[in-house]
């Protein structure tokens, strides 16, 4: 293995047969390797926020029309490690009566439960931390961790903000796990594995955004909720959480949750690059190695910008919206989805995969197109019957009904 | 002593520890955040056993998942969040009794298993256990039953859930 072809796979290796030759034991060799893997990984993608909030600044600038950050260095690109430098610091402030445990360890679980997405997402061929046999469960049982470190925080800060941006934040987030599982079913059930490799490999015919669009659709946007990004950010309401879960945080604890959303945001891209658009797969790579790991960054800078587009031009929901649109269109239409390919894909057993394909294709735009037909139908019916205020009342009443606790 | 052994003791000492926690910790709270790492620590112990997806399930669903929906109830009764009383149950004798007698009985039967004295077998790396776990749950030799059961018992649950809290149309427009 030559370095040019494969960089990372050969200085791995390299390290690894330096280790050996220390007359450590096997199992100790394995243990260091690891751990230096798992350190430079995460400390790479640490590294790499300061990029990313470069990129969205600027680009959120350009969307509406102005410069984004321009003054430090050239076209303003060390203005975050200007930012970085002053959030080092300033001054950690623990409100009182805060639960000192829980109010430090918050900001803490919130970037682990982030860079413990990467292990196992394999970055080409030849580089990937762990090939779990049920990494893509691994990846959503993961954020379960990211919930609970907002928990901590919204508690831990003995603040009423806090505790009811946490509060609306863990309830967006258990919500939209529901449709994000269930769309991750379908490439599983095409791969007929769980492990992430695996997926990426079973890709190299046909990406699944190809045979499942529906899916990929659903988990585009639960994955957007799932980072709370807009249209998804009721939960930094300024006008009605002041600043949600995280305010009482300052100096460098603050800044953790940031890193920890930025990082959140482009490692879920990378998900979905890597379960829908083929991850390392492309011209070439299974041969020259660091061309996988190309393809995947720009694949996952594409899925970045969309979410970025996202950003910039959506406005937020109401949480009401928030919720009809998860439990009363993309649960139902993931189900549905799950059934329908696993019928179809029974059926279609025998046929060559590119009618496979296409059968797999025309069910996804089916139910898409049923879908929209039933919301536009329930809207029709909604502005026939309803005078144009009646909506609004409805709200009133049905939260005077239930008192103060709504 | 091997690096497994280390392991699973560490986790089995957490755990049990943390377990402990639970109940004598005077934050309701906190009881659910040592809640949280007991469930951890069994999802460690499942790692030990090289049973990867209920490791994950256990990280999943109950720490995901449930433990999330007691701390939920836990916030939403803040009033009586701290327990100023008396921690130990006037009848704590019998209780202890009982729970020690249920405690034996639990272990004979164990010992009685012949399960429990089997020695572990090392997977061969590319065992597949989730395969034939997720053929077992749909095959009528295997658990389709009662698989099929739970799932009844799930969905009744559920529907029972959305009984209760819908809103009535007639409330509605009342």
Redesign the interface.
Known sequence: MDFLRDPFGFVIQEYTGWLGGLGLPAVWVDIIAKLTGALVLATGAMLFVVFLIWYERKLIGRIQDRFGPNRVGPWGIFQPVADMLKIFTKEYITPIGADKFAYNLAPILAVAAVLLLWSVLPLSVTVVGTDLNVGLLFLVAVGGLGEMSYILAGWGSNNKYALLGAFRLVAQLISYEVPLVLSALVPVMLAGTLSVNGIVQAQESVWFIVAAPAAALIFFIASIAEIGRSPFDLIEAESELVAGYNIEYSGLKFGMFFVAEFLHAFTVSMIFATVFLGGWQGPGAAEIPVLGFVYLMLKTFVVYFVTILFRGTLPRFRIDQMMNLNWKVLTPLSLALIMAMAIVGGLTRELPVFWQVIAFLLVNLLLLGATDQLMRLSQSRKTKSNLPMQPLRKVLTTSTKHGAGE | MN?LQVVFLLAALVSLFSAAMVVSARRM?HAA?WL?LTLMGVAVIFVTLQS??FA??Q??VY???I??LI??SV?LTRRVMEDHGDQILPGWRAAGLVAGLLFAIIVGFLALWQGFTTMLVELPADA?N?LDLGQALVSPQGYALPFELASVLLVAALIGAITIAV?RKE??HG
């Open positions: 690096g709270m955040l949280v990867s997806f994950v399930v990280v999943l720490v995901g998942a433990a999330i701390i939920f916030m597949d989730l809103d409330d509605q």
